[in-house]
């Protein structure tokens, strides 16, 4: 093969290669060119290619896919592969029948991986179907079995209804008396309903608000708190390290997986609550069983220091 002067054009291709963020894997997909004809520019062993045509139309084929200007790469080669094209039409000609044979090979091996990908596909498609089939075989034997259950219960019924109208006078003090257990029952379940309703009312709402706020650190008031205080730590889509302090004694530190939860018991008389966290965006805390909303002072911070200052 004729020898061009092909200084940098590898280095130039590689460099805009990974710009672009393609691996040499990327890059076969896209051009159809082999990885090792691919590599061979990269490191300018262009002896490594089959002729000049091929290093010319994979250098081009290159650029153009990495975003470079092939023309103005392909002028540093020189005049010497067009020259000798030009005093050679036979070969010149034999070159562009090779590269139209290359276009179609490269056209149907786009198809046949199209096809390929189809059938990688038909095994989840008819497992997907055999599943739809079974489900909806379970569906309607369940559905005939609800329906001649009601069948049933209907006809029970019927029959219920006739020994009951047979029975008469009986029948009527009993329930007459039934509805006077019924009613006395069911005022003292009101009652006792009520209680509970103002019961409930009388305890106050946990409330915090924030005090202040320096960078990553946020002090929050918590007012209308027990006098035994409980921090719920939840974790999800993401694992979190969480530590709990009161009074600047550490109670617990952990790193906690997505989906699981931690209770944290606050000394009794304990007069701040510190909670550090190195995830706050997958982390969920809860005071008393109340939700503390504490992304809504900054939700772009990962990392915070919550101290609540029991009121």
């Known amino acids: 093969m004729e020898s061009f002067d092909m200084t940098e054009i590898g280095k130039k291709l590689k460099n805009a290669r990974i710009e672009k963020g393609y691996t040499l894997d990327d890059l076969q997909q896209i051009t159809k060119i082999q990885k090792r004809y691919l590599i061979a520019i990269e490191d300018e062993r262009f002896e490594a290619l089959p002729g000049d045509?091929?290093?010319k139309a994979f250098v081009r084929q290159y650029a153009?896919?990495?975003?470079?200007?092939?023309e103005e790469l392909l002028n540093s080669i020189g005049e010497g592969a067009a020259k000798q094209q030009e005093s050679d039409p036979d070969k010149s000609e034999s070159r562009e029948d090779t590269r139209k044979r290359i276009e179609a090979t490269r056209q149907s091996m786009e198809k046949t991986n199209n096809f390929n990908r189809f059938l990688s596909y038909l095994p989840t498609i008819i497992i997907v179907l055999i599943v739809v089939a079974i489900l909806g075989s379970i569906y309607f034997v369940a559905w005939n079995k609800h329906q001649k259950t009601a069948d049933s219960q209907q006809i029970q019924s019927s029959s219920t209804k006739v020994s009951v109208s047979s029975d008469g006078t009986s029948t009527s003090k009993k329930n007459a008396e039934e509805k006077k257990v019924t009613k006395k029952s069911s005022s003292s379940v009101s009652s006792s309903s009520v209680k509970k309703k103002s019961s409930s009312k009388t305890?106050?709402?946990?409330q915090l608000s924030l005090?202040?706020?320096s960078g990553s650190s946020f002090v929050y008031n918590l007012k209308n708190s027990s006098k035994t205080n409980t921090v719920k730590v939840s974790v999800k889509d993401s694992s979190a390290w969480t530590a709990v302090s009161a009074d600047g004694t550490q109670q617990w530190q952990g790193t906690l997986s997505s989906g699981a939860d931690h209770e944290v018991k606050i000394p009794e008389g304990s007069s701040s609550i510190t909670i550090n966290l190195g995830n706050s965006k997958a982390t969920k805390i809860s005071i008393n069983g109340h939700s503390f909303n504490f992304l809504k002072d900054n939700s772009s911070l990962t990392v915070r220091t919550l101290t609540l200052k029991i009121k």
Do not use: I
């Not at 153009?64 to 092939?70: Q, R």
């Not at 305890?203 to 946990?206: A, F, G, N, Q, R």
């Open 211 to 213: 005090a202040s706020n």
């Open 203 to 206: 305890k106050k709402k946990v």
């Open 53 to 55: 045509f091929y290093v």
């Open 64 to 70: 153009d896919t990495v975003g470079l200007n092939s």
